[in-house]
């Protein structure tokens, strides 16, 4: 997995919606493409009250 990905961005977080929300930039070597992942705390929480 090392070998594929040149580097991982993590940004701040922003609460400006009332829960917090953190984007995540994933980009891979050799330029085949790059990964953008908006994380959603409100969602986590709803997974783990589920199990």
């Given at each position: 997995?090392?070998?594929?990905?040149?580097?991982?961005?993590?940004?701040?977080?922003?609460?400006?919606?009332?829960?917090?929300?953190q984007?995540?930039?994933i980009?891979?070597?050799?330029?085949?493409?790059?990964?953008?992942?908006?994380?959603d705390?409100?969602d986590?929480?709803?997974r783990?009250?589920?199990?």
């Open positions: 997995m090392h070998e594929l990905i040149e580097r991982i961005e993590v940004h701040a977080s922003d609460k400006s919606s009332g829960h917090r929300q984007k995540v930039d980009y891979f070597r050799f330029r085949v493409a790059i990964a953008s992942v908006v994380l705390r409100r986590y929480d709803k783990k009250k589920a199990t």
